[in-house]
């Protein structure tokens, strides 16, 4: 298939809303913006008044047609992009955005299996997508979500995911800190977590891992584990360890 | 208005256009690592006529390795620079090899292909690395071996390489057809297609 080459676009901010006390949701309005599937990205650039420039990549948190697109950041304490995404960027100023990027972290309301995904953190963000893809189609594929966080109160997005339970449930589970009269201790995601919380291997279904590179790692490697075929898992790494 | 002040600054010469340095290593995988041990890894050469060169790891220990020293450039905007890699290069392997064919398909173990010229990956621009910084290469990084082509964007350099197969034209592999440019020169942002 051959797209047309990926532009440039300018989007100016037309909404920001808090998410977490590290996190924002951003949606910039953005003339020409072709539409995107459900777990891609853009390449975001910010300009200085010298002329010089820093681009990093972000998923996209809103699907289709539409010219506004949403995003979600979380800030990274030394970051040089993300604070200023998340603690400076003021309505009406704009940024330049490339995509919409990436064929492959998709999902499609045409894919016929079962779909498990998997979050860590801010990797929640293009699987987000893809439960808001599957009501848009009302989709009656089963979607399940496993949503890995260090506390509740990192959540991402959670009224929605909760809103979305009856069509696209969503298992938490927290590494650090747990809700009161939480069951499970806090601790990391162990491979009994990944067998109890997600689809098994003979329901053949396709599962997409998203969060920090570690994060990544150790899941796809647990899956593998489980017997779940490496091509049925499709992965994307946001980066750190 | 928000002024962006930046704060990485580099006008270091060897940073292609768009990139920023990392002192970190981070990875760009479509999916799970796959674990090789170096008892099954081969290695093979494939050409027009069917003939097959092939080494296991045995035998490209053997080979005479480089050190090189070289920059490298992730898609996804991050640039290392000065990294330190050990390895075979692709013009001991190719010695051997008789082709008239102009483009090569890299496979990897886990499915990964990547389309190369192969006038790109002779005269001293590709190797198969199994060390990086004087270690053995981590599996996340590719290892046992990787392709290492530093002067194209990092996805070129397939991870986990288990072979090359001559092709007539220059067929994409898998993040080509997955909207990423053919050739991916960093200094020309070649980055999508
Ligand atoms: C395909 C893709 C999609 C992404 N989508 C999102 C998204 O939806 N939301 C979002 O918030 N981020 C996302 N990221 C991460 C984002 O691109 C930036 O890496 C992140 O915002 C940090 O940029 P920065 O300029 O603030 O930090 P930098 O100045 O680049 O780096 C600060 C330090 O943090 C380290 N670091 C970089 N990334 C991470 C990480 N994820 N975790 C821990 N340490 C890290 C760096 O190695 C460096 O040491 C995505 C990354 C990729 C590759």
Redesign the pocket.
């Known amino acids: 298939m051959r797209r047309p080459p990926v532009g440039w676009f300018t989007g100016s901010l037309v909404r920001a809303t808090s998410l977490t006390d590290s ?1 924002r949701s951003l949606t910039f309005s953005v003339p020409g913006w072709p539409g995107n599937l459900a777990g891609q ?1 853009v390449d975001l650039r910010l300009t200085a008044s010298d002329g010089y420039q ?1 681009t ?6 809103s699907v289709g047609p539409d010219t506004d697109v949403e ?6 304490p ?8 998340v603690d400076d960027l003021e309505v009406g100023d704009s940024v330049e955005l490339r995509g919409p ?2 064929g492959w ?1 998709v999902w499609r309301p045409e894919h016929p299996e079962p779909v498990q995904l998997i979050a860590g ?3 929640v ?2 699987l987000l997508a893809m439960t808001r893809a599957h009501t848009d189609a009302r989709s009656t594929v089963p979607m399940q979500l496993l949503y890995s966080l260090r506390t509740p109160e990192d959540a991402l997005y959670r009224d929605e995911l909760q809103q979305r339970s009856s069509t696209t449930p969503t298992t938490w589970h927290y590494t650090r800190t747990v809700p009161p009269g939480w069951t499970r201790a806090a601790g990391r995601l162990t491979p009994d977590d990944l067998r109890s919380a997600t689809l098994p291997p003979e329901r053949g279904p396709l599962t997409f891992v998203c969060g ?2 570690g994060f990544v790692e150790t899941v796809a490697r647990g899956l593998i584990d489980l017997g779940h075929q490496p091509d049925s898992i499709r992965t ?6 | 208005m928000a002024i962006f002040g930046g ?2 600054r580099n006008d270091n010469p060897n940073l292609p256009p768009g990139q ?1 340095l ?3 290593f ?1 990875v ?1 995988s479509a999916g799970p690592t796959p674990s090789i041990s170096a008892d099954d890894w081969e290695f093979s050469i494939r050409t027009e006529g069917g003939d097959i060169h092939r080494w296991s790891w045995q035998e490209l220990l053997a080979l005479p390795a480089e050190d090189v020293t070289v920059d490298i450039h992730c898609v ?1 905007s ?1 640039s290392k620079l000065g990294t330190g890699w050990r390895g075979v290069s692709l013009d001991t392997l190719f010695a051997d090899v008789d082709t008239g064919l102009d483009y090569v398909m890299a496979h990897s173990y886990g499915g990964y292909t990547t389309n190369l010229p192969l006038e790109e990956v002779l005269e001293g621009r590709a190797w198969i690395a199994y060390e990086y910084d004087g270690e053995p290469l981590d599996p996340e990084h590719g290892g046992p071996a990787r392709l290492l082509v530093p002067h194209l964007y990092f996805w070129k350099s397939a991870k986990w390489v288990r072979g090359l197969v001559m092709q007539d034209d220059d067929y994409p592999g898998f993040w080509e057809e997955n909207g990423y440019h053919l050739h991916g020169d960093p200094w020309r942002e070649e980055r999508y297609a």
């Open positions: 996190a990205h820093a990093r990549s972000y998923s996209i948190a995003l979600a950041v979380e800030r990274l030394d970051g040089e992009v993300s604070p200023f995404l990027l990436g972290f953190g801010s990797g963000v293009p920090p590179t994307e790494r946001f980066g750190g360890i | 704060r990485r920023h990392t002192e970190s981070p760009l996804t991050w």
